[in-house]
């Protein structure tokens, strides 16, 4: 069955402890990985695409890494104002689409 | 400022009643998705559509309708077969079906 499993599904960090978030994947035919930030109440915001294995992205705190079977949200050296669920979703075969439940970050001064 | 635009925020109907959500886009995106967001879930795709007068069912299509008479616009109807439509409903656009999503605000949905 095709599913896009994020862990953990909370995590909490204090201001400065970097970590990572991880998405996994059983698909066939990735055809990209997205990741997505959203607040409380509010509609996702795009960060990243990757896709193919061994792409890198980066944005201020934050890095995105992709193998053959899962992606790795990076944060380095949180501050409070990072914290929200970070989505990734999977985009395979034609036209298939599938999010994970996300994972809810919360980062302490 | 381009975007997306989902009206209302909030929405509150009695069981029984149907209800239509807005979305707007003036982002010159060709596809369109519905999604609906319950606590702990991923999204869940409700209708996409890729071109306009066309548009496709995603994985909870059952109790829902949508048209796609104009590029900008693509309004979700929830019906009253709808069994459990209390939820948070969101928009979003894309170049096309390959391409990185733009999400709306959001829409939550309660139905008593």
């Known amino acids: 069955e095709d599913q896009v499993t994020q862990s953990p599904e909370a995590l909490r960090l204090q201001e400065g402890e970097s970590s990572s978030l991880n998405c996994s994947y059983t698909?066939?035919?990735?055809?990209?990985l997205f990741w997505y930030r959203q607040d409380p109440g509010k509609g996702p915001e795009f960060l990243f695409t990757?896709?193919?294995a061994g792409e890198e992205k980066e944005k201020e705190r934050l890095k995105a890494t992709l193998t053959k079977k899962e992606s790795f949200l990076h944060i380095t050296a949180p501050k409070p104002e990072d914290s929200a669920t970070y989505l990734c979703?999977?985009?395979?075969?034609?036209?298939?689409?599938?999010f994970g439940a996300g994972t809810r970050l919360t980062v302490k001064p | 400022d381009g975007g997306i635009t989902q009206s209302p925020k909030y929405l509150f109907r009695k069981e029984g009643q149907n209800v239509t959500l807005s979305c707007e886009q003036n982002?010159?995106?060709?596809?369109m998705y519905w999604y609906r967001q319950d606590p702990g879930q991923g999204l869940r795709l409700i209708y996409y559509?890729?071109?306009?007068?066309?548009?496709q069912k995603g994985d909870i299509a059952e109790g829902y309708s949508v048209s796609r008479e104009k590029k900008e616009s693509f309004p979700l109807t929830v019906t009253s077969a709808q069994k459990n439509p209390t939820a948070f409903y969101l928009c979003?656009?894309?170049?096309?079906?390959?391409?990185?999503?733009?999400f709306g605000p959001g829409t939550r949905l309660t139905v008593t």
């Open positions: 979003a656009s894309s170049t096309d079906r390959n391409y990185e999503q733009y």
């Open positions: 698909v066939s035919g990735l055809r990209g």
């Open positions: 990757l896709y193919s």
């Open positions: 979703a999977v985009h395979y075969n034609n036209n298939d689409m599938r």
């Open positions: 982002l010159n995106h060709d596809a």
């Open positions: 559509s890729q071109i306009v007068n066309d548009f």
